[in-house]
């Protein structure tokens, strides 16, 4: 593929680019959902290195087949892009390569949509060989499609004396490339999974426990106090691409722990289908630790997306243990002076939502701060109990008490 498509399709952001973000409400959707999605686009936004300038929100049944907004608001945005010297407008949902043409064709201005950026922060965090090679997979996935746009600025040869062209025009030499590539990069992502599963066999029959979760909630963090080590952990979000296994002995009884990428609303299915072996790991283990970030407001939410997502790769049936993270940050809302209103989410203090979840038959859970340590040794002895379980079955013969 030319130089040309890629730089202008995914990049790096080098200096702190200005932008605004786009959201549809649409019929199905409440408005507080959508600002939730446009919060999440935005530190998406400043987990790429650019800065959120302004929200531009509409409601519509569907969004415009051709231009994703509807004209009127489609021209206020042009007017504000233009007026404050806008890099780039992000929107919250996939667009289609027609809408990214008409779009970019209206505005005069560089457009991406949210698969695309999630795309552009993997690129960014890619570290080691696999994970990069699975990023640049979904990356030309994506891509395919969309070639016209790149090269809308061309036209095909004309016929006539002199005009004939060499067979094929330039988009045709791409996609032909392309597709080349897709197949090169899939060859050795298969090459890769075989060394993997070759790896994950030769670890015997150790219980096997995997951190899941929405990502930024915590699960390095975790993971760096069980084992000991010294996963990359920071406050941005898919700060891990690459699964991490550590052996951790807790006590007399030892197991793997495996800290793998965060999910997320919306993931990108290039990524999800490219990340499925990354995910093997998660499928073959005994024992999910699902973390969730007690502190965010929409944590219910977010336990639906893993779970959906843990659907999708065939980890439904897996026993979960739910750790809610992050106790130290929960703040609520009291409704004491105001008791003839409805009670929400908001209004539950810890000790209730403590209460609700510890209460759910076949749903161990435990309440912790990571950052704080606040019952870390708690978390060790349930881990332990349970591993020890499954310890037990599988050798039988360690449990001798002569």
């Given amino acids: 593929m030319s130089g040309t498509c890629r730089a202008l399709l995914f990049f790096t952001f080098k200096t702190m680019e200005r932008a605004v973000l786009i959201g549809v409400i649409k019929y199905e959707d409440s408005e507080q959902v959508v600002k939730d999605n446009l919060e999440e686009l935005e530190f998406l936004t400043e987990t790429a290195g650019a800065k959120a300038e302004k929200w531009f929100l509409q409601?519509?049944?569907?969004?415009?087949?051709?231009?994703?907004?509807?004209?009127?608001?489609?021209?206020?945005?042009?007017?504000?892009?233009?007026?404050?010297?806008?890099?780039?407008?992000?929107?919250?949902?996939?667009?289609?390569?027609?809408?990214?043409?008409?779009?970019?064709?209206?505005?005069?201005?560089?457009?991406?949509?949210?698969?695309?950026?999630?795309?552009?922060?993997?690129?960014?965090?890619?570290?080691?060989?696999?994970?990069?090679?699975?990023?640049?997979?979904?990356?030309?996935?994506?891509?395919?499609?969309r070639l016209t746009r790149m090269w809308t600025h061309l036209e095909r040869q004309r016929g006539g004396i002199g005009m004939r062209g060499p067979g094929e025009s330039q988009i045709e030499t791409d996609r032909r490339i392309i597709l080349g590539k897709i197949s090169r990069l899939k060859e050795q992502l298969k090459k890769i999974d075989k060394q993997m599963a070759s790896q994950r066999g030769n670890r015997g029959s150790l219980v096997r426990i995997s951190l899941v979760g929405y990502t930024n909630v915590g699960k390095s963090t975790i993971m760096n106090l069980l084992a000991k080590s010294e996963v990359f952990a920071e406050d941005k979000l898919f700060a891990t691409l690459d699964t991490t296994v550590r052996k951790v002995v807790i006590e007399n009884v030892p197991f793997l722990l495996s800290d793998t990428v965060g999910f997320i609303r919306k993931l990108p299915h290039q990524l999800v289908e490219s990340f499925k072996s990354t995910l093997d790991e998660v499928r073959e283990s005994d024992i999910l630790m699902h973390i969730v970030d007690?502190?965010?407001?929409?944590?219910?939410?977010?336990?639906?997306?893993?779970?959906?997502?843990?659907?999708?790769?065939?980890?439904?049936n897996k026993p979960i243990f739910l750790v809610f993270n992050k106790i130290d940050a929960y703040r609520y809302i009291s409704l004491a002076e105001f008791d003839f209103e409805e009670k929400k989410r908001e209004n539950y203090s810890l000790e209730e939502l403590k209460q609700t979840w510890m209460g759910k038959e076949h749903s161990p859970a435990i309440f912790i701060s990571a950052k704080e340590k606040i019952n870390i040794d708690k978390l060790r002895n349930d881990i332990y109990k349970m591993v020890a379980e499954i310890h037990a079955g599988r050798y039988p013969f360690d449990n001798f008490l002569w």
């Fill in 59 to 145: 409601n519509l049944d569907q969004p415009n087949s051709k231009t994703y907004l509807g004209s009127g608001k489609l021209e206020e945005v042009k007017c504000y892009i233009k007026e404050n010297n806008i890099d780039l407008v992000i929107f919250d949902d996939e667009l289609s390569p027609s809408q990214l043409r008409n779009i970019e064709r209206e505005l005069e201005c560089r457009i991406l949509d949210r698969t695309n950026l999630i795309l552009d922060i993997f690129a960014q965090r890619a570290k080691t060989a696999y994970a990069k090679t699975q990023v640049e997979l979904a990356q030309y996935q994506y891509l395919l499609p």
């Fill in 294 to 316: 007690i502190s965010h407001p929409n944590f219910e939410e977010q336990i639906k997306i893993v779970e959906q997502t843990l659907l999708e790769i065939g980890a439904q």
